[in-house]
């Protein structure tokens, strides 16, 4: 009897059962920089959520494995996560590369899966309870791009040719399918549309072919490592055209602006967020607040402007989801995500086609005047102007682009 007390103490000492999220996210490889924001992020919903209770009287718990920054890695692991670890909850990881191999996992489970920063990642599954953290609405591989090209087409006169420069991966691939349709549509001629591998080092041969062609208008779909070698090869050899820029993924991490410095000017980027005072939705900058005093002992980007509101705010919606429908089932929770609208740190979120946000919200910038490599002028709005959207301008483009020019 005195034992049966004893563990029926212990076991109440111990309290609920934690609700277990699992995903696969890149701690190590090209995309760990990035990645671990996204956690920190993630962290930090979770302490608020147990600080006040957990979700429907429990806590959660955060399980998650690194993916290295390869997409092989990924199917093991969210078999690991659903089949072993028995979780309650799947997320995607960081970028479409990191997300498309999970996806017939997720499937084959039947389970609701939020994904992160992934690209059209669900237009040739189109399954019902796969929804979207990405700001390009329901037509996302044009979206990526459309205000790259509205920009494009201000300038005077107009141009007439276009090069398209992308990594032969998921994302830039999904990318540049858009670009060519916006292209299609605005009248402009493609002088050159070539990949590289994701392997590529050296960019020298790729951005000398580009020039080659004397295009008045460069897109290029990268990612951070190939940011950083794109840019760098263009201010080697002096390119100049009128425009330059596009899905450059990096730039908006501190790691990169720092490492970059003055070869970014004049870069034209599609960025997701950034915090110009017309886009300071209730919380953000509370949340940035907190994620920032944070950053530094957890060795992560130190501004937190480009995952981290994002991954906040897709804890948001599942937290709003499960508190509205007081179940963990993962159906109900999709019906529920699909036909209601969430208020994050990123604004009102609501969802239409294949999970996509039901409305483009993409912020195009440009970046003007960095001289040397510091970071605290990165701080500074006037670094990086808003070109679109319209209510949130707060510069003019300067054209034409010259590699390295201050």
């Given at each position: 009897?005195?034992?049966?007390?004893?563990?029926?103490?212990?076991?109440?000492?111990?309290?609920?059962?934690?609700?277990?999220?699992?995903?696969?996210?890149?701690?190590?490889?090209?995309?760990?920089?990035?990645?671990?924001?996204?956690?920190?992020?993630?962290?930090?919903?979770?302490?608020?959520?147990?600080?006040?209770?957990?979700?429907?009287?429990?806590?959660?718990?955060?399980?998650?494995?690194?993916?290295?920054?390869?997409?092989?890695?990924?199917?093991?692991?969210?078999?690991?996560?659903?089949?072993?670890?028995?979780?309650?909850?799947?997320?995607?990881?960081?970028?479409?590369?990191?997300?498309?191999?999970?996806?017939?996992?997720?499937?084959?489970?039947?389970?609701?899966?939020?994904?992160?920063?992934?690209?059209?990642?669900?237009?040739?599954?189109?399954?019902?309870?796969?929804?979207?953290?990405?700001?390009?609405?329901?037509?996302?591989?044009?979206?990526?791009?459309?205000?790259?090209?509205?920009?494009?087409?201000?300038?005077?006169?107009?141009?007439?040719?276009?090069?398209?420069?992308?990594?032969?991966?998921?994302?830039?691939?999904?990318?540049?399918?858009?670009?060519?349709?916006?292209?299609?549509?605005?009248?402009?001629?493609?002088?050159?549309?070539?990949?590289?591998?994701?392997?590529?080092?050296?960019?020298?041969?790729?951005?000398?072919?580009?020039?080659?062609?004397?295009?008045?208008?460069?897109?290029?779909?990268?990612?951070?490592?190939?940011?950083?070698?794109?840019?760098?090869?263009?201010?080697?050899?002096?390119?100049?055209?009128?425009?330059?820029?596009?899905?450059?993924?990096?730039?908006?991490?501190?790691?990169?602006?720092?490492?970059?410095?003055?070869?970014?000017?004049?870069?034209?980027?599609?960025?997701?967020?950034?915090?110009?005072?017309?886009?300071?939705?209730?919380?953000?900058?509370?949340?940035?607040?907190?994620?920032?005093?944070?950053?530094?002992?957890?060795?992560?980007?130190?501004?937190?402007?480009?995952?981290?509101?994002?991954?906040?705010?897709?804890?948001?919606?599942?937290?709003?989801?499960?508190?509205?429908?007081?179940?963990?089932?993962?159906?109900?929770l999709a019906d529920y995500i699909r036909t209601h609208t969430f208020k994050t740190v990123v604004g009102d979120i609501a969802y239409g086609k294949d999970g996509e946000w039901a409305d483009s919200r993409l912020v195009w910038t440009q970046f003007q005047g960095i001289k040397g490599n510091d970071l605290a002028q990165f701080e500074e709005p006037a670094t990086e102007v808003v070109l679109l959207p319209k209510m949130a301008r707060s510069g003019e483009l300067i054209t034409p682009y010259q590699a390295g020019s201050p």
């Amino acid at each position: 009897m005195v034992l049966l007390l004893c563990g029926l103490a212990s076991s109440r000492a111990a309290g609920p059962e934690p609700i277990r999220i699992g995903f696969g996210e890149s701690e190590t490889g090209s995309l760990a920089a990035i990645g671990k924001s996204g956690i920190l992020a993630m962290e930090i919903w979770a302490e608020k959520i147990n600080a006040t209770g957990g979700l429907l009287g429990r806590p959660v718990k955060l399980i998650y494995y690194d993916t290295q920054s390869n997409p092989a890695n990924v199917p093991g692991i969210y078999v690991k996560l659903l089949d072993v670890d028995h979780v309650d909850f799947v997320l995607s990881g960081y970028a479409t590369n990191m997300t498309a191999p999970a996806m017939p996992i997720v499937i084959g489970h039947n389970k609701l899966f939020l994904t992160l920063f992934a690209l059209a990642v669900n237009s040739e599954f189109h399954y019902p309870r796969c929804f979207a953290m990405l700001a390009t609405g329901p037509d996302p591989k044009r979206a990526f791009s459309q205000g790259f090209f509205d920009i494009a087409m201000s300038l005077t006169p107009k141009p007439k040719t276009l090069a398209i420069l992308g990594a032969d991966a998921e994302f830039a691939r999904n990318a540049t399918d858009g670009a060519r349709l916006n292209a299609k549509a605005a009248g402009l001629r493609i002088v050159y549309d070539g990949n590289y591998p994701p392997t590529t080092t050296d960019y020298a041969p790729v951005v000398r072919a580009v020039r080659a062609t004397n295009p008045d208008v460069v897109y290029v779909a990268s990612y951070p490592s190939d940011t950083a070698g794109i840019l760098r090869s263009a201010a080697e050899m002096g390119l100049k055209v009128r425009l330059l820029g596009g899905s450059l993924v990096g730039l908006a991490t501190a790691a990169m602006k720092t490492q970059l410095g003055p070869l970014l000017n004049g870069v034209v980027l599609g960025e997701q967020w950034v915090p110009a005072p017309k886009l300071q939705f209730p919380g953000v900058m509370d949340f940035l607040t907190a994620y920032r005093a944070k950053a530094a002992a957890a060795g992560v980007d130190p501004l937190g402007v480009f995952l981290p509101p994002f991954a906040y705010a897709r804890m948001q919606v599942l937290e709003q989801a499960v508190k509205a429908t007081g179940t963990l089932d993962d159906g109900k929770l999709a019906d529920y995500i699909r036909t209601h609208t969430f208020k994050t740190v990123v604004g009102d979120i609501a969802y239409g086609k294949d999970g996509e946000w039901a409305d483009s919200r993409l912020v195009w910038t440009q970046f003007q005047g960095i001289k040397g490599n510091d970071l605290a002028q990165f701080e500074e709005p006037a670094t990086e102007v808003v070109l679109l959207p319209k209510m949130a301008r707060s510069g003019e483009l300067i054209t034409p682009y010259q590699a390295g020019s201050p």
